[in-house]
């Protein structure tokens, strides 16, 4: 009878453990974003972002990069190179990951309405195996008129695929309004929803702040 009850408490202790990770979380994503133009179709952009997690070792993600955009006509080819910080979910270790990035993007004014989309290819080394990814993100804004600060509305959904297991393995919908806060500084606040098809956790619902200000010459 005892080696029962200590074969019992033994496998329920295990099955917790191997359940630290939950599989739904909710977070809060900021990024500050802060652009200056190097030329008329030119400019370079400084991005800080952290992600905190309610059920995860915090910061979740702490990471530092800089953009630069070249824009022509409907077109904006973009090359950013990341330095990110990532958390492990079940044990809290840090792995540090270095991202460059390359991207296209093509956008449509239809009056008041926007239409754009992103294709976006990125590496991420310090993992092992050092992954690549490709992801697309479809979005669309509305201008409000006359409505102050309250400046647009947006919605964007975004594919992830991961060339190392041949599959997609992401996808990000998002749905927020831009103010505008001054001439050079606006403020995104967006709902978003994440599922992935590994890793844990495989849902999460977030609340995002991104501040964007852009300096004067």
Known sequence: MWRLFTATCTTLYSAFACAAAPSVDSQLWSEVDVTHALATDLSATAIVTTRLGN??????????????????????????????????????????????????????DLGPLVISDRNRVEQLEGIPGSPARYRNRASAYWHLEDRHALAEFFISNELFYDFSR?????NRTQAGLQFDLGTDTKLQVFYMRQNNTYGTPDRLTILGLTLQLELQT
């Open 166 to 170: 041949g599959r997609w393995s992401r």
């Open 55 to 108: 059920a995860l070792p915090n910061p979740t993600l702490a990471a530092a990069g800089i953009q630069i955009d070249y824009r022509h006509g409907s077109w904006t080819v973009s090359g950013t190179g990341y330095y990110v910080c990532v958390r492990n979910t079940e044990t809290g270790a840090r792995t540090r990951v270095w991202l460059p990035a390359a991207a296209s993007a093509y956008k449509v």
